[in-house]
């Protein structure tokens, strides 16, 4: 353990806090001489095995990222035409899937229409095991592909559990303000509490956690939070 993260996990000194404490901790824990992310780390008490108990969706963050999203569209004709206008980074068809057969994947998002899916399916265990993959439930197989650009550019996030039943979002960067990271991640927690399966028993939000990319993890009272956000 080096000397800084000591020196940031020495500010930690409560086992939880406040959403409102937690934004201002985790600025003040940061060490890194980049702008490192703030994420919110959530481990909820579902079987990701059983498909009625699959937590995913998206939701927009009021202050957005504070990341660069870099967009690639997968359409013909006119929704090729629609994404371009829209400001998307890269716009095709088999061009662009024949460039990420072959290994290119410099991108963060990537929408497709309907009708193109069958082609992009075939791209399974290169986008899949890299959270690339479209998929209808979070907006990204959709003919309005102008309008998925704009909500991702607002700061759309997508969130899905694991196999283990974690969930991790980014919430915003460490030169946000306080405030915009509590909005944020109070954003984030609204919406995975909407999402709670019905057939999901027992306490839903385990523990939640901030924390920024080479900080500590600054553990948050959830059920203060819960009350909150309702």
């Keep these: 353990m080096g000397k800084k993260f000591e020196s940031a996990l020495a500010k930690v000194t ?51 990222t504070g ?37 290119w994947l410099d991108f963060d998002s990537m929408i497709a229409t309907p009708d193109m899916m069958g082609a992009v399916g075939r791209m399974g265990k290169v986008l899949g095991p890299r959270g690339l993959m479209p998929n209808p439930k979070t907006g990204t197989v959709t003919f309005e592909v102008g309008k998925a650009i704009q909500e991702i550019r607002k700061g759309r996030v997508e969130y899905k559990v694991d196999k283990a039943g974690n969930i991790h979002v980014p919430v915003g960067k460490v030169s946000f303000q306080g405030q915009q990271i509590k909005e944020n991640a109070q954003s984030v927690f609204d919406a995975i509490l909407k999402a709670k399966p019905s057939s999901s028993k027992g306490k839903y939000v385990k523990s939640a956690t901030l924390s920024s990319t080479m900080g500590p993890g600054i553990h948050l009272d959830s059920a203060a939070i819960a009350k909150q956000v309702g």
């Design 14 to 64: 409560k086992p939880f806090y406040s959403l409102d404490e937690a934004s201002d901790l985790v600025k003040q824990a940061a060490f890194a001489k980049f702008d490192e992310t703030v994420e919110m780390s959530l481990c909820l008490g579902v079987e990701p095995k059983r498909a009625d108990q699959m937590v995913r969706g998206t939701t927009v963050l009021p202050h957005g």
């Design 67 to 103: 990341k660069k999203t870099r967009i690639l569209v997968i359409a013909k004709g006119e929704k090729e035409q629609e994404a371009r206008e829209a400001g998307a980074d890269y716009v095709g068809s088999d061009d662009l899937l024949q460039k990420i057969q072959d290994g």
